[in-house]
Protein backbone atom coordinates (compact mmCIF):
# COMPACT_ATOMS: atom_id res chain seq x y z
CA UNK A 1 0.00 0.00 0.00
CA UNK A 2 2.91 2.17 1.07
CA UNK A 3 4.47 1.63 -2.10
CA UNK A 4 1.53 2.52 -4.50
CA UNK A 5 0.62 5.31 -2.72
CA UNK A 6 4.61 6.68 -3.45
CA UNK A 7 4.83 5.20 -7.01
CA UNK A 8 1.35 7.66 -7.76
CA UNK A 9 2.46 10.49 -5.55
CA UNK A 10 5.63 10.39 -7.59
CA UNK A 11 4.02 10.44 -10.74
CA UNK A 12 1.55 13.30 -9.61
CA UNK A 13 4.99 15.05 -8.82
CA UNK A 14 6.31 14.65 -12.37
CA UNK A 15 3.17 15.50 -14.04
CA UNK A 16 2.47 18.94 -11.98
CA UNK A 17 6.65 19.87 -12.07
CA UNK A 18 7.02 18.71 -15.70
CA UNK A 19 3.76 21.03 -17.14
CA UNK A 20 2.20 18.13 -19.29
CA UNK A 21 -0.77 16.43 -18.14
CA UNK A 22 -2.65 14.04 -20.32
CA UNK A 23 -5.44 14.37 -17.98
CA UNK A 24 -5.87 18.13 -18.06
CA UNK A 25 -5.92 17.86 -22.49
CA UNK A 26 -8.60 14.96 -21.79
CA UNK A 27 -10.85 16.51 -19.09
CA UNK A 28 -9.96 19.95 -18.14
CA UNK A 29 -10.41 22.93 -20.23
CA UNK A 30 -8.52 26.01 -18.99
CA UNK A 31 -9.52 29.72 -19.87
CA UNK A 32 -6.80 31.96 -19.97
CA UNK A 33 -4.22 29.83 -18.45
CA UNK A 34 -1.46 32.68 -17.27
CA UNK A 35 2.41 30.80 -16.21
CA UNK A 36 3.01 34.34 -15.06
CA UNK A 37 -0.17 34.32 -12.55
CA UNK A 38 0.14 30.63 -11.91
CA UNK A 39 -3.71 30.61 -12.43
CA UNK A 40 -6.60 30.09 -15.36
CA UNK A 41 -9.21 32.40 -15.09
CA UNK A 42 -11.76 29.63 -14.91
CA UNK A 43 -11.40 25.53 -15.93
CA UNK A 44 -13.80 23.70 -18.07
CA UNK A 45 -14.39 20.28 -16.58
CA UNK A 46 -15.67 17.20 -18.48
CA UNK A 47 -18.25 14.71 -16.81
CA UNK A 48 -15.34 12.82 -14.44
CA UNK A 49 -15.43 12.13 -10.65
CA UNK A 50 -14.23 15.35 -8.66
CA UNK A 51 -12.75 15.06 -5.24
CA UNK A 52 -12.68 17.31 -2.58
CA UNK A 53 -10.21 17.84 0.19
CA UNK A 54 -10.66 18.96 3.43
CA UNK A 55 -9.13 22.64 4.56
CA UNK A 56 -5.39 21.70 4.86
CA UNK A 57 -2.54 23.78 7.22
CA UNK A 58 0.56 23.67 8.00
CA UNK A 59 1.85 20.81 9.62
CA UNK A 60 4.36 22.16 12.12
CA UNK A 61 3.69 22.79 15.78
CA UNK A 62 1.98 26.24 16.53
CA UNK A 63 5.52 27.29 18.16
CA UNK A 64 7.35 26.44 14.87
CA UNK A 65 5.14 27.83 12.53
CA UNK A 66 6.02 31.75 14.29
CA UNK A 67 9.02 30.62 12.89
CA UNK A 68 8.23 30.12 9.16
CA UNK A 69 7.65 32.11 6.44
CA UNK A 70 4.85 32.77 4.03
CA UNK A 71 6.26 30.94 1.39
CA UNK A 72 7.56 28.16 3.45
CA UNK A 73 4.28 27.58 5.46
CA UNK A 74 2.67 27.80 1.77
CA UNK A 75 4.96 24.83 0.66
CA UNK A 76 4.11 22.79 3.30
CA UNK A 77 0.63 23.36 2.13
CA UNK A 78 0.75 22.06 -1.54
CA UNK A 79 3.35 19.50 -0.33
CA UNK A 80 0.49 18.08 1.71
CA UNK A 81 -2.19 18.48 -0.72
CA UNK A 82 -0.09 17.00 -3.51
CA UNK A 83 0.21 13.79 -0.97
CA UNK A 84 -4.02 13.45 -1.00
CA UNK A 85 -4.25 14.27 -4.16
CA UNK A 86 -2.35 11.33 -5.03
CA UNK A 87 -3.67 8.75 -2.54
CA UNK A 88 -7.19 9.61 -4.18
CA UNK A 89 -5.32 8.99 -8.00
CA UNK A 90 -6.63 12.96 -8.81
CA UNK A 91 -3.47 14.03 -10.59
CA UNK A 92 -5.46 17.21 -12.25
CA UNK A 93 -6.36 20.48 -10.08
CA UNK A 94 -9.04 22.64 -11.45
CA UNK A 95 -9.54 24.38 -8.38
CA UNK A 96 -7.58 25.96 -5.19
CA UNK A 97 -9.02 27.78 -2.54
CA UNK A 98 -6.36 29.90 -0.51
CA UNK A 99 -7.34 31.16 2.87
CA UNK A 100 -4.64 33.89 4.24
CA UNK A 101 -4.51 35.24 7.82
CA UNK A 102 -3.68 38.49 6.83
CA UNK A 103 -3.97 40.90 3.92
CA UNK A 104 0.21 41.49 4.10
CA UNK A 105 1.08 38.19 3.64
CA UNK A 106 -1.55 38.05 0.32
CA UNK A 107 1.22 39.62 -2.24
CA UNK A 108 3.89 36.89 -1.31
CA UNK A 109 1.40 33.67 -1.84
CA UNK A 110 0.24 34.92 -5.23
CA UNK A 111 3.82 35.41 -6.30
CA UNK A 112 4.94 31.71 -5.06
CA UNK A 113 1.83 30.37 -7.05
CA UNK A 114 3.43 30.15 -10.44
CA UNK A 115 6.29 27.72 -8.62
CA UNK A 116 3.67 25.49 -7.73
CA UNK A 117 1.93 25.39 -11.31
CA UNK A 118 3.75 25.26 -14.52
CA UNK A 119 2.20 25.37 -18.22
CA UNK A 120 -1.02 23.39 -18.89
CA UNK A 121 -1.84 22.83 -14.84
CA UNK A 122 -3.16 25.86 -13.32
CA UNK A 123 -6.16 25.82 -11.77
CA UNK A 124 -8.94 28.02 -11.23
CA UNK A 125 -7.79 29.67 -7.57
CA UNK A 126 -10.05 31.85 -5.12
CA UNK A 127 -8.36 33.73 -1.93
CA UNK A 128 -9.77 35.46 1.23
CA UNK A 129 -8.06 36.52 4.07
CA UNK A 130 -9.24 35.14 7.66
CA UNK A 131 -8.06 33.80 10.91
CA UNK A 132 -7.04 30.82 10.67
CA UNK A 133 -7.85 27.69 13.24
CA UNK A 134 -3.98 27.52 14.41
CA UNK A 135 -2.06 30.37 15.61
CA UNK A 136 0.79 31.77 13.53
CA UNK A 137 -0.64 29.54 10.55
CA UNK A 138 -0.67 32.26 7.61
CA UNK A 139 -2.06 30.50 4.56
CA UNK A 140 -4.36 27.35 4.36
CA UNK A 141 -5.98 25.53 1.06
CA UNK A 142 -9.06 23.32 0.02
CA UNK A 143 -9.08 21.93 -3.58
CA UNK A 144 -10.87 19.92 -5.80
CA UNK A 145 -9.15 17.37 -8.31
CA UNK A 146 -10.36 15.37 -11.45
CA UNK A 147 -9.93 11.54 -9.62
CA UNK A 148 -9.24 8.94 -11.86
CA UNK A 149 -10.56 6.03 -10.14
CA UNK A 150 -13.81 4.12 -11.66
CA UNK A 151 -16.63 5.64 -9.73
CA UNK A 152 -18.31 3.99 -7.29
CA UNK A 153 -21.07 4.15 -4.78
CA UNK A 154 -19.18 5.53 -1.42
CA UNK A 155 -18.98 9.19 -1.95
CA UNK A 156 -16.54 9.33 1.11
CA UNK A 157 -12.54 9.04 0.79
CA UNK A 158 -11.58 9.84 4.06
CA UNK A 159 -12.08 12.61 6.18
CA UNK A 160 -9.29 14.20 4.14
CA UNK A 161 -10.83 14.21 0.96
CA UNK A 162 -14.86 13.04 -0.70
CA UNK A 163 -15.51 11.94 -4.25
CA UNK A 164 -18.30 14.21 -5.94
CA UNK A 165 -19.77 10.96 -8.34
CA UNK A 166 -21.03 11.42 -11.57
CA UNK A 167 -24.27 12.53 -12.19
CA UNK A 168 -26.20 15.09 -10.46
CA UNK A 169 -24.14 17.60 -8.21
CA UNK A 170 -26.03 19.33 -5.11
CA UNK A 171 -24.77 22.95 -4.05
CA UNK A 172 -26.74 23.99 -1.33
CA UNK A 173 -26.65 27.62 0.06
CA UNK A 174 -25.67 28.52 3.46
CA UNK A 175 -28.12 27.72 6.25
CA UNK A 176 -27.66 29.37 10.00
CA UNK A 177 -30.01 28.20 12.82
CA UNK A 178 -30.39 31.50 15.28
CA UNK A 179 -28.90 30.74 18.73
CA UNK A 180 -26.18 32.78 21.02
CA UNK A 181 -24.92 29.51 21.67
CA UNK A 182 -22.61 28.17 18.97
CA UNK A 183 -22.81 25.39 19.93
CA UNK A 184 -26.81 25.15 19.90
CA UNK A 185 -26.33 26.79 16.30
CA UNK A 186 -24.02 24.38 14.61
CA UNK A 187 -26.18 21.74 16.00
CA UNK A 188 -29.47 22.97 14.10
CA UNK A 189 -27.74 24.09 11.10
CA UNK A 190 -26.54 20.95 10.55
CA UNK A 191 -30.12 19.43 11.15
CA UNK A 192 -31.39 21.79 8.99
CA UNK A 193 -29.12 21.02 6.08
CA UNK A 194 -30.10 17.24 7.35
CA UNK A 195 -33.48 17.84 6.41
CA UNK A 196 -33.01 19.76 2.57
CA UNK A 197 -31.02 16.31 2.12
CA UNK A 198 -33.85 14.52 2.53
CA UNK A 199 -36.11 16.67 0.66
CA UNK A 200 -33.81 16.18 -2.20
CA UNK A 201 -33.94 12.17 -1.71
CA UNK A 202 -30.46 12.51 -0.43
CA UNK A 203 -28.32 11.20 2.71
CA UNK A 204 -25.82 12.49 5.08
CA UNK A 205 -23.42 9.75 3.63
CA UNK A 206 -23.62 12.15 0.40
CA UNK A 207 -22.06 15.25 1.87
CA UNK A 208 -18.80 15.90 -0.05
CA UNK A 209 -18.05 19.23 1.51
CA UNK A 210 -19.03 21.26 4.32
CA UNK A 211 -17.77 25.40 4.31
CA UNK A 212 -18.05 26.50 7.81
CA UNK A 213 -18.38 30.51 8.02
CA UNK A 214 -17.87 30.97 11.70
CA UNK A 215 -17.26 33.90 14.93
CA UNK A 216 -15.21 33.85 16.38
CA UNK A 217 -12.23 31.28 14.51
CA UNK A 218 -11.07 30.97 18.23
CA UNK A 219 -14.35 28.77 19.01
CA UNK A 220 -13.76 26.37 16.09
CA UNK A 221 -13.10 23.46 18.71
CA UNK A 222 -16.85 23.75 19.24
CA UNK A 223 -17.62 23.81 16.05
CA UNK A 224 -15.73 20.64 15.15
CA UNK A 225 -17.25 18.51 18.25
CA UNK A 226 -20.80 19.24 17.41
CA UNK A 227 -19.62 18.14 13.65
CA UNK A 228 -18.35 15.25 15.55
CA UNK A 229 -20.93 14.23 17.57
CA UNK A 230 -23.63 14.70 14.42
CA UNK A 231 -21.61 12.57 12.25
CA UNK A 232 -21.18 9.89 14.76
CA UNK A 233 -20.55 6.38 13.64
CA UNK A 234 -20.07 8.10 10.22
CA UNK A 235 -17.15 9.20 7.94
CA UNK A 236 -16.60 12.99 8.77
CA UNK A 237 -17.12 14.84 5.78
CA UNK A 238 -14.14 17.27 4.46
CA UNK A 239 -14.44 20.36 7.00
CA UNK A 240 -13.30 24.60 5.86
CA UNK A 241 -13.36 26.80 8.13
CA UNK A 242 -13.87 30.48 7.13
CA UNK A 243 -14.15 33.74 9.88
CA UNK A 244 -16.83 35.86 9.13
CA UNK A 245 -18.68 38.90 10.76
CA UNK A 246 -21.91 38.01 12.10
CA UNK A 247 -24.65 39.24 14.79
CA UNK A 248 -24.29 37.12 17.84
CA UNK A 249 -27.25 35.36 17.42
CA UNK A 250 -26.21 34.03 13.86
CA UNK A 251 -22.39 32.58 14.73
CA UNK A 252 -22.29 30.00 12.42
CA UNK A 253 -23.34 29.63 8.51
CA UNK A 254 -23.20 26.34 6.69
CA UNK A 255 -22.74 25.45 2.72
CA UNK A 256 -23.05 21.84 1.64
CA UNK A 257 -21.88 19.88 -1.62
CA UNK A 258 -23.66 16.62 -1.88
CA UNK A 259 -23.42 13.89 -4.53
CA UNK A 260 -27.14 13.98 -6.48
CA UNK A 261 -27.34 10.11 -7.64
CA UNK A 262 -27.74 9.76 -11.55
CA UNK A 263 -29.10 12.49 -13.27
CA UNK A 264 -32.64 11.90 -15.19
CA UNK A 265 -32.91 11.22 -18.47
CA UNK A 266 -34.46 14.48 -19.92
CA UNK A 267 -33.85 16.68 -16.90
CA UNK A 268 -32.82 20.30 -17.45
CA UNK A 269 -29.22 20.95 -16.88
CA UNK A 270 -29.84 22.83 -13.49
CA UNK A 271 -32.81 22.85 -11.24
CA UNK A 272 -33.00 25.92 -8.98
CA UNK A 273 -34.82 24.60 -5.99
CA UNK A 274 -36.87 25.55 -2.36
CA UNK A 275 -37.03 23.09 0.27
CA UNK A 276 -40.38 22.75 2.42
CA UNK A 277 -40.84 25.97 4.96
CA UNK A 278 -37.76 28.43 3.23
CA UNK A 279 -38.57 30.96 1.06
CA UNK A 280 -37.48 31.51 -2.27
CA UNK A 281 -35.10 34.76 -3.33
CA UNK A 282 -34.68 36.46 -6.35
CA UNK A 283 -30.88 36.85 -5.85
CA UNK A 284 -29.92 33.32 -4.67
CA UNK A 285 -31.98 29.83 -4.95
CA UNK A 286 -31.69 27.80 -1.17
CA UNK A 287 -30.89 24.59 -3.83
CA UNK A 288 -28.94 24.41 -6.77
CA UNK A 289 -29.26 20.55 -8.64
CA UNK A 290 -26.64 20.31 -11.74
CA UNK A 291 -27.63 17.86 -14.26
CA UNK A 292 -24.66 18.93 -16.77
CA UNK A 293 -22.14 16.50 -17.06
CA UNK A 294 -19.70 19.74 -17.14
CA UNK A 295 -18.37 22.12 -14.68
CA UNK A 296 -16.83 25.40 -14.75
CA UNK A 297 -14.60 26.70 -12.05
CA UNK A 298 -13.95 30.96 -12.65
CA UNK A 299 -11.13 31.94 -10.42
CA UNK A 300 -11.64 34.76 -7.56
CA UNK A 301 -12.65 38.25 -9.42
CA UNK A 302 -11.66 41.71 -8.31
CA UNK A 303 -12.61 45.34 -9.57
CA UNK A 304 -10.04 47.19 -11.53
CA UNK A 305 -11.63 50.33 -11.31
CA UNK A 306 -9.78 53.87 -10.61
CA UNK A 307 -10.11 53.99 -7.09
CA UNK A 308 -8.20 56.97 -6.31
CA UNK A 309 -10.26 58.54 -9.07
CA UNK A 310 -13.47 57.49 -7.79
CA UNK A 311 -13.19 58.02 -3.25
CA UNK A 312 -16.82 58.42 -2.75
CA UNK A 313 -17.67 55.02 -0.92
CA UNK A 314 -21.26 54.83 -2.55
CA UNK A 315 -19.33 56.13 -6.37
CA UNK A 316 -16.70 53.65 -5.60
CA UNK A 317 -18.80 50.48 -4.05
CA UNK A 318 -21.17 50.97 -7.14
CA UNK A 319 -18.02 50.64 -9.67
CA UNK A 320 -16.27 47.86 -7.77
CA UNK A 321 -19.63 45.63 -8.21
CA UNK A 322 -20.45 46.65 -11.94
CA UNK A 323 -16.28 45.72 -13.04
CA UNK A 324 -16.63 42.31 -11.06
CA UNK A 325 -19.91 41.27 -13.25
CA UNK A 326 -18.67 42.57 -15.94
CA UNK A 327 -15.34 40.36 -15.58
CA UNK A 328 -17.84 37.40 -14.83
CA UNK A 329 -19.72 38.16 -17.72
CA UNK A 330 -16.99 37.99 -19.82
CA UNK A 331 -15.15 34.86 -18.44
CA UNK A 332 -18.69 33.14 -18.71
CA UNK A 333 -18.44 33.99 -22.35
CA UNK A 334 -15.42 32.57 -22.58
CA UNK A 335 -16.24 28.99 -21.48
CA UNK A 336 -19.62 29.26 -23.05
CA UNK A 337 -21.74 29.84 -20.04
CA UNK A 338 -23.63 33.08 -18.96
CA UNK A 339 -25.48 34.63 -15.79
CA UNK A 340 -28.65 32.21 -16.63
CA UNK A 341 -26.37 29.65 -15.68
CA UNK A 342 -24.69 29.86 -12.49
CA UNK A 343 -24.82 27.24 -10.21
CA UNK A 344 -22.79 28.43 -6.96
CA UNK A 345 -21.59 31.97 -5.52
CA UNK A 346 -19.95 32.94 -2.78
CA UNK A 347 -19.20 36.33 -2.35
CA UNK A 348 -16.82 37.68 0.32
CA UNK A 349 -17.36 41.16 0.87
CA UNK A 350 -14.79 43.25 3.44
CA UNK A 351 -16.17 46.96 2.91
CA UNK A 352 -19.86 48.40 3.97
CA UNK A 353 -19.76 50.18 0.31
CA UNK A 354 -18.95 46.85 -1.47
CA UNK A 355 -21.78 45.32 0.28
CA UNK A 356 -24.34 47.56 -0.45
CA UNK A 357 -23.87 48.05 -3.84
CA UNK A 358 -23.84 44.54 -3.93
CA UNK A 359 -27.07 44.09 -2.38
CA UNK A 360 -28.25 47.10 -4.46
CA UNK A 361 -27.18 46.13 -8.08
CA UNK A 362 -27.39 42.49 -7.79
CA UNK A 363 -30.54 41.52 -8.61
CA UNK A 364 -29.96 43.45 -11.88
CA UNK A 365 -27.59 40.55 -13.20
CA UNK A 366 -29.33 37.38 -12.76
CA UNK A 367 -32.70 36.07 -13.56
CA UNK A 368 -34.84 36.18 -10.37
CA UNK A 369 -36.10 32.23 -11.34
CA UNK A 370 -32.90 30.61 -11.97
CA UNK A 371 -30.34 32.99 -9.31
CA UNK A 372 -27.43 30.80 -7.87
CA UNK A 373 -27.10 29.05 -5.11
CA UNK A 374 -24.80 31.41 -2.91
CA UNK A 375 -23.73 32.53 0.64
CA UNK A 376 -22.35 35.88 1.23
CA UNK A 377 -19.77 36.25 4.54
CA UNK A 378 -18.28 39.87 5.88
CA UNK A 379 -14.77 39.36 6.03
CA UNK A 380 -11.78 41.28 7.35
CA UNK A 381 -10.16 41.14 3.86
CA UNK A 382 -10.80 39.98 0.37
CA UNK A 383 -6.63 40.00 0.01
CA UNK A 384 -6.55 43.05 -1.93
CA UNK A 385 -5.87 46.59 -0.24
CA UNK A 386 -8.81 49.26 -0.58
CA UNK A 387 -11.06 46.39 -2.02
CA UNK A 388 -14.11 45.22 -0.55
CA UNK A 389 -15.78 42.38 -2.78
CA UNK A 390 -14.43 39.02 -4.52
CA UNK A 391 -16.54 36.70 -6.03
CA UNK A 392 -15.78 32.85 -6.08
CA UNK A 393 -18.16 31.17 -9.30
CA UNK A 394 -19.34 28.06 -10.14
CA UNK A 395 -21.28 27.73 -13.63
CA UNK A 396 -22.29 24.60 -16.03
CA UNK A 397 -22.19 25.68 -20.22
CA UNK A 398 -25.24 27.26 -21.66
CA UNK A 399 -25.86 24.95 -24.22
CA UNK A 400 -25.29 21.28 -23.23
CA UNK A 401 -28.38 19.75 -21.81
CA UNK A 402 -30.78 22.64 -22.31
CA UNK A 403 -31.77 24.69 -19.77
Not at 21 to 42: C, H, K, Q, Y
Not at 89 to 107: F, M, T
Not at 158 to 187: C, D, F, N, P, W
Request: hydrophobic share 45%; with cysteine; aromatic share 6%.
Amino acid sequence: MRISVFLAFSALLFTWLSGTNVVADEIAERIEADTNRGLASAVVVDDTVLLHTTQILPSASSAELEKISAVDQFKDVMNQLRQILAAGQAPDLVKLNLYVASEDNCDAILKALPTHFLEGGQPAVSLVVTRLPIAHAIIAADAVACDLRAPGKITSVSSQSAALLRGSRIYISGQAEQSESLAEATKGTLESLHRTLEFLGRTDDDIVQLKVFVQPMSDHLTVRAEVEKFFSGKMIPPLVLVEWKSSKTTPIEIELIAAGGESNPGAPSMEFLTPPGMTASPVYCRVCRINDSKTIYVSGLYSSHDRAAHPDPTASGDLEVQHVFASLDRILKLAGSDFQHLAKATYYVSTDAASVSLNKLRPGFYDPKRPPAASKAVVDSVGVNGLGLTLDMIAVPAASLGK
